[in-house]
């Protein structure tokens, strides 16, 4: 028996707790994440707990959070999926650590860290996880979110049990967009470059859209940026937006604001977006110029 195949068994054979509502999703959804981080090219033998880990198991979390009444946490299966042979967990002294509270690193199974350079065994590691855990709603949703397509059998069984499939597609759609946008802006906020993260998942900005999604449907990385929560109410309501230069330009007549702690909105008139690295994730002007016709208050 190949390598590979003892590894997908082993992900077939996990560990999980099973209750009432189903199997416990933790374990394969954090593996999905690190799958999805090979593939990216960001993992090596150690994989720190770090805040884009935890947002990226967030994120894949909102498809099962229906199920679930405890907020996602990424320490149980980042410490747990280490009695699976896959990794092996250590605290932030390099000791092993014998308890989830203070796992801060894992070191990567050799035969395991080889296999995640392959990509016919990442797209295998995916089928066996996302078919072995998952029901069938959230199976649609993981593959949306993973843009795979379902498979001919499961597409059935899903149309079958389920009343509205596209539900689940557009909830794995959504958090693809989270991931996508929040990840490429560092999590900091184009407008105003605060960034807060949290080892519990939590960032500070949101992943919004420029043309908004109820009217455009779309979820394009090039049709969001990332936004710190007041920049966004901003933005939606239309005081602030956007030359073709990605310059900001602000409705100043629409409002009145006081900031005597912080830099006030008029004053980031002119102001260049904090963009990317990628220009690949840098707006489309075609959704900027959409945003200063239907939202921007200003002239």
């Known amino acids: ?136 709603a959230e199976r649609r949703a993981l593959y949306s979110l993973l843009d795979m397509d379902v498979p001919d059998d499961d597409a059935e069984a899903i149309n079958a049990m389920f009343e509205a499939p596209d539900d689940a597609h557009a909830s794995g759609r959504d958090g693809r967009f989270r991931i996508d946008i929040v990840t490429a802006y560092d999590f900091t906020c184009a407008l105003t470059g605060y960034r807060v993260t949290t080892i519990t998942g939590g960032a500070i900005v949101d992943a919004a859209h420029i043309h908004q999604f109820s009217d455009s449907r779309n979820n394009d990385p090039r049709n969001g940026m990332a936004l710190c929560k007041n920049a966004h109410w901003l933005f939606d309501t239309g005081l602030w937006s956007l030359d073709d230069e990605f310059r900001v330009i602000v409705a100043k007549e629409q409002f009145a604001e006081a900031a005597p702690q912080q830099t006030p909105l008029s004053d980031l008139s002119g102001r260049k977006l904090l963009l990317p690295d990628d220009q690949r994730h840098w707006p489309d002007v075609k959704h900027i110029r959409w945003h200063r016709k239907h939202r921007f208050q200003g002239i």
């Open 1 to 136: 028996m190949t390598t590979h195949s003892v590894l997908l068994r082993r992900f077939a054979k996990l560990n999980v707790y099973k209750a009432k509502h189903g199997i416990a999703p933790h374990k394969p959804l954090l593996l999905l994440v690190v799958i999805e981080l090979a593939e990216a090219g960001s993992i090596s033998t150690r994989l720190n707990l770090t805040a884009e880990l935890s947002y990226r198991f967030d994120c894949f979390w909102k498809v099962v959070a229906h199920r679930r009444t405890q907020l996602p946490n990424v320490r149980l299966p980042f410490h747990h999926i280490g009695g699976d042979k896959l990794w092996s967990p250590f605290d932030e002294h390099d000791r092993p650590s014998k308890d989830k509270s203070i796992t801060t690193w894992v070191e990567l199974v050799s035969d395991f860290r080889e296999a995640l350079r392959d990509t016919e065994f990442r797209h295998f590691a995916r089928r066996v996880l996302i078919a072995t855990y998952f029901q069938p």
